[in-house]
């Protein structure tokens, strides 16, 4: 935060120190100061003389040092600019983390390097001190000076990526390092500001929080910021005025892609496993038992018409049916028209299929396609007893001759299609997530120099 | 999200289950499903 040593309370613990009070007392009766401005003779009026050290003149915006008594002119501004109006009212009230603030400040500061500015707002309460409110490009964070000093390495030198700052157990990594110059002032506050001055800043994120360090000629004065939601504070300081307009992901935003990509990680990995026992389960337990061998014979180049196996049992549960033809076909086909039937209800399961096998040479060599053996799956056959009924057809151009075939129905057998497809099912959401979180962490550090992510814009081409 | 995902995945687990217990090949284009006889006609039953 922009300013020297905190001139107001301490603020942490500060709900379990004696003397503060625990139940906000009502607020005191304003002890106004007016003056007339040294700049333009304006009448100036300062609201809280106590802690106030400079008060911008409303009429001529120039920066006037109340401590001084001849109220010394510390920065003029020519003329006002409706570039930077403050969307929260100079003076107004409002009720933030269970205690009433007035707005008594308001800044506008600037990236010297890249001329990005953001606007902070000066927050009062004479029993709980100084606290601000930062926004930029729409979005907010409630802010606080802190007298601990995180561990974190000196600010004077220029950070590495990745670069740390530890507090209270946690881990800040560098988002932003520059200096940051005062660029517009309204208002009163509780140190000497003087437009164009400026401070090397060190900005450290774990969001929602973010960890500032800035150093104003020797001192290094740190503070905490915590994102807060927009509309609470146009709530909370009943502002009739629209907000500005939101854009981006803002360093602070809550990581909620993260936390639910996380979450939905590790259930992603639960499942996984649950799938892959179930799996290896249900494998052990087919039993691939083999209920029907039948061999038959068929012309070549003919139909052969009603060939009918022997009545086989499916078992006492309902299961699959694997039905394997082989027949000896080289260069010729042999094809299967036939339906599974249940001996007791008459219930039909019909199928088809082809067998053919073709090979040869040409310039590459030997070739082949096909095989002499064909599978076929029937799902969830109920328990009892079955039978086949089967046509068969063939072709073979090089002889009309008897050969043989066989069909051979198994039961019971491990389907692996359904592992993989609920595994392709189980793996959509948490792709997904991960996509999502991925684009809002990228987008939050795009306007980082630290940035983990790599530079979009720095991939090359070659041809 | 997560609340959807644990649903999502309860379901295709269960569903994996009870598949894998009845011996039912959740997707199969090719599905061959029973058919009670229509008469007389076509193949001979017993």
């Not at chain 1, 004479?126 to 601000?132: A, E, L, T, V």
């Not at chain 1, 892609?257 to 990680?265: D, F, H, N, S």
């Not at chain 2, 009870?18 to 599905?31: F, N, Q, S, T």
Request: proline content about 6%.
């Amino acid at each position: 935060m922009a300013g020297k040593e905190e001139a107001g309370k301490e603020e942490e613990e500060e709900a379990d120190t004696p003397d503060v009070p625990k139940k906000e007392p009502a607020p005191p009766k304003p002890q106004a100061k007016m003056f007339a401005c040294t700049a333009c003779g304006a009448s100036v009026t300062i609201k809280y003389p106590g802690a106030t050290m400079a008060v911008v003149c409303s009429s001529c915006n120039s920066t006037i040092d109340v401590t001084s008594e001849n109220y010394r002119i510390l920065s003029t501004y020519v003329g006002k600019t409706s570039l930077f109006k403050p969307s929260i009212p100079l003076g107004a009230r409002g009720k933030l983390k269970g205690k009433t603030w007035e707005v008594i400040g308001f800044l506008v500061r600037e990236d010297t390097a890249s001329k990005y500015f953001w606007s902070e707002y000066l927050l009062f309460n004479p029993y709980y001190g100084y606290r601000w409110l930062v926004e930029d490009k729409g979005h907010w964070n409630f802010v606080r000076t802190i007298k601990r000093k995180p561990d974190a390495k000196n600010i004077n030198q220029y950070p590495a990526k990745g670069q740390l700052a530890k507090l209270d157990g946690k881990n800040y990594q560098i988002y932003n390092y520059g200096t940051a110059a005062v660029k517009y002032v309204l208002g009163e506050f509780y140190w000497r500001v003087t437009v164009g001055s400026s401070n090397l800043a060190a900005d450290y994120i774990d969001p929602p929080q973010m960890l500032s360090a800035e150093k104003d000629g020797k001192e290094i004065v740190w503070s905490l910021a915590e994102y807060i939601d927009a509309k609470e504070i146009h709530k909370a300081f009943k502002v009739t005025d629209k907000f500005p307009y939101q854009s981006g992901v803002p360093a602070t935003k809550p990581p909620t892609e993260l936390k639910a990509c996380t979450q939905i990680g590790s259930l992603c990995a639960v499942f996984i496993i649950f799938l892959t026992c179930a799996q290896f389960y249900f494998t052990a337990k087919a039993s691939q038992q083999t209920v029907l061998q039948y061999d038959g014979t068929f012309i070549t180049n003919s139909k052969k018409a009603d060939i009918t196996t022997p009545v086989f049992s499916m078992g006492d549960e309902t299961t699959n049916a694997v039905i394997s033809i082989s027949a000896p076909v080289s260069n010729s086909w042999f094809y299967v028209s036939g339906e599974l039937v249940n001996d007791t209800d008459g219930t039909t399961y019909p199928f088809e299929k082809s067998v053919e096998y073709y090979s040869g040479t040409d310039s590459d060599g030997f070739w082949s396609e096909g095989s002499n053996t064909a599978q076929l799956g029937i799902s969830s056959i109920p328990p009892g007893k079955y039978y086949i009924n089967i046509d068969t057809e063939s072709g073979d151009f090089l002889q009309t001759r008897v050969q043989q075939f066989s069909i051979t129905v198994g039961r019971n057998y491990p389907i692996y299609d359904n592992y993989w497809w609920t595994l392709f099912g189980l793996c959509v959401i948490p792709l997904y997530s991960f996509a999502a979180m991925h684009s809002v962490e990228a987008a939050r550090w795009s306007n980082s120099d630290f940035s983990p992510y790599p530079d979009p814009e720095s991939y090359t081409e070659s041809y | 999200m997560t609340r959807f995902y644990l649903v999502t995945g309860i379901l295709l687990c269960s569903l994996f289950v009870y598949a894998g217990m009845r011996g039912w090949k959740i997707i199969d284009p090719w599905a061959i499903s029973g058919a009670r006889p229509t008469g007389p006609g076509s193949h001979y039953h017993k």
